[in-house]
Each structure stands twice: as structure tokens, then as C-alpha cells.
């Protein structure tokens, strides 16, 4: 099984309106990154009525770009948000009120973080916070299995939180909008309080129950094997979850100093996002009775395997 999913020369030019399907249309907005890869994808769905997925960063040209694309007869009715990250949500609003077009989404930057994550967001001790849009506010909430119609096509809203707590995708027809929940060319950061892997994990197994057809990213190209590439992702975190326990026999570890012996062929700029993910794992480690730690939790706490827990399980060491 591979984990690349993305060929090598995806590269396509941001602000041109690519056609992937019968209805649908790409484009790449100008914001590449490490994060992002070569930017965000935009989506244009529907004839007529067009509904935008994922308008993208706050920048003038994309948003010209948006408009651009629309052909005669064609406008914006609808305005969907898979979650609410600088990279995908803050130009719903602008857009909104170039063309009138309500804004939907599963709710606000804090909507739909799990009870251990609002927890250690008032406790303001777990650092994170990375790239979040905390002004957005969409028109219209979608509750999970929210169905949105336009003209000619129907999409389904999936609350899949773990990425981010607002997390949507969008089922239209069997092919999916997966956001940043699943992607060809790398997997999701999950960074706490915002990101939740125990609920990731939980969203992965949900979408592959769901046998969908394709898969359409907030980063990357389509995935045309989408069963084989969330289960390469919830291998790779079960892999990293041993990773961790194993490092841990060695004495109690943090998640920067894990995340530096765990991620040996990382570059050092991508090393705290790394850090991030390790720590989400701890937390869910906890959450299982695997590790412990000293309270309140924080980024440079100690964790130490609960031996009592793991007699049953050593296999994972």
C-alpha cells in the first residue's frame, strides 16, 4: 500500500478554473506553504447555481478570480466552508457580500470541539491555536447529515471533526469533499485543542465506511482510491502511536523531545507542527489509560507510560 497519492508534478496554475468532473470546476488559490502544499483548492459545483467550497484566504486576486469563472447565466448561491482555518474561511465573507450568497458551515472556530478540548482551551495552558480564523461566523449551521440543494446538485454535510472541531465534509453523489480531514499528499495536522485525534480517528473510519467513489481535498490533487488512503492514514497513526509508547520505555518524554526522536527525517521548520501531532497522541494516550502526566497539561509536560495499563498490550512495544 502506498502513501503517496499525489503525483509528483501536481502543479496546477493558481486562478484558472480546472474541470474535474461534469459540474465542477477547481481553482488554486496563491497561498503555497509547507502546510498548504501548492495552495488551497476552491471548488465550483453546479451549472447555474454555483456553490463555492472552500473560498480560501483573504486575498483579492483569488476572490477575482471566483468571480472570473462565472459564466454568463451562472451565480453564487451558496458559500460552504469545510472548517475554519486562515487557508480556507476568511474569504466567505467578502465573497459573501460581492454576490449575496449565504454562508454555511458546521458553526464558529469553537464549534464542535470535543468535552477534553474545551477544556484545555479554558485552560489556556495547552498552546495551539495555529492558523485559526477566529472571526468566522457562517450565515447558516449545518448539522451532521444537513443535506444543501442547489440547482442540479445536492450535497450532504458529514461533521468529521479531529483536524479541526468544525470540521465538514460534503458527500455529493458518492464522491466526497474531504477538506483537510483526508489528503494524497500528506496527512492531517492535529493540534489541540482545535485538532483532536481520538475524534480524527473516529472521522477516518466514519468516511471509508461510506465507500465514496473520489475524493476532493483542501490541498492536492483528487484521490481516486479513497479506501486505500484513509487506511494507509490510520495506519500511519497506529504506527505512531507504538512509535511513541516505544520511545516512552525509555523514561518519561515530552512532545517536543519525542517529536525530535520520532521524526528523524523531518526538517527542523516542520519539527513543532510535528511536536503538535505527537502531542495529540499523547492526549489520546491519556485518554486510553496508556500514559500519564502531571496536570495541567502543557506542551513541555512529561508524560510515563502507565505500565499497569499496558501489561495486556505489550505487543505495541
Not at 457580500?97 to 454555511?104: R, S, W
Amino acid at each position: 500500500m502506498t502513501s503517496a497519492f499525489d503525483p509528483a508534478d501536481f502543479n496546477p496554475a493558481p486562478g484558472e478554473a480546472t474541470p474535474l468532473a461534469p459540474g465542477l470546476r477547481r481553482i488554486l488559490a496563491p497561498n503555497p506553504s509547507p502546510m498548504t502544499f501548492r495552495g488551497t483548492n476552491t471548488y465550483l459545483l453546479g451549472a447555474r447555481d454555483i456553490a463555492v467550497i472552500d473560498p480560501g484566504p483573504a486575498d483579492a486576486v483569488h476572490m477575482e478570480a471566483i468571480l472570473a469563472a462565472l459564466t454568463p447565466g451562472q451565480r453564487i448561491s451558496h458559500i460552504l466552508v469545510t472548517h475554519a482555518h486562515l487557508d480556507h474561511s476568511p474569504l466567505a465573507r467578502p465573497l459573501s457580500e460581492a454576490t449575496g450568497a449565504p454562508v454555511l458551515a458546521y458553526g464558529d472556530a469553537e464549534a464542535g470541539r470535543s468535552d477534553i478540548m474545551q477544556s484545555l482551551a479554558l485552560g489556556g495552558t495547552i498552546g495551539g491555536g495555529e492558523g485559526v480564523d477566529r472571526d468566522f461566523s457562517p450565515d447558516v449551521t449545518l448539522p451532521d447529515g444537513a443535506v444543501v440543494e442547489g440547482d442540479g446538485w445536492q450535497l450532504t454535510a458529514l461533521w468529521t471533526p479531529g483536524h479541526f472541531g468544525n470540521h465538514l465534509c460534503f458527500d455529493w453523489q458518492g464522491q466526497v469533499f474531504s477538506g483537510d480531514l483526508v489528503m494524497g499528499w500528506a496527512s492531517s495536522l492535529v493540534s489541540p485543542p482545535d485538532g483532536d485525534l481520538t475524534d480524527f480517528m473516529t472521522s477516518c473510519r466514519r468516511l471509508r465506511s461510506l465507500a465514496p467513489q473520489r475524493l476532493y481535498p483542501g490541498h492536492g490533487a483528487p484521490i481516486e482510491s479513497p479506501e486505500d488512503r484513509i487506511t494507509w492514514l490510520l495506519t500511519h497513526r497506529e504506527g505512531r502511536e507504538t512509535d511513541i509508547l516505544r520511545a516512552l520505555t525509555h523514561g518519561p518524554a515530552t512532545a517536543q523531545s519525542l517529536a525530535r526522536a520520532i521524526y528523524t527525517d523531518t526538517p527542523a521548520s516542520l519539527l513543532p507542527a510535528a511536536a503538535r501531532n505527537v502531542l495529540s497522541h499523547l492526549i489520546d494516550l491519556l485518554g486510553k489509560n496508556h500514559v500519564t502526566c502531571t496536570a495541567p497539561l502543557a506542551p513541555d509536560t512529561e508524560f510515563s507510560l502507565n505500565s499497569n495499563a499496558l501489561e495486556k498490550d505489550t505487543k505495541k512495544l
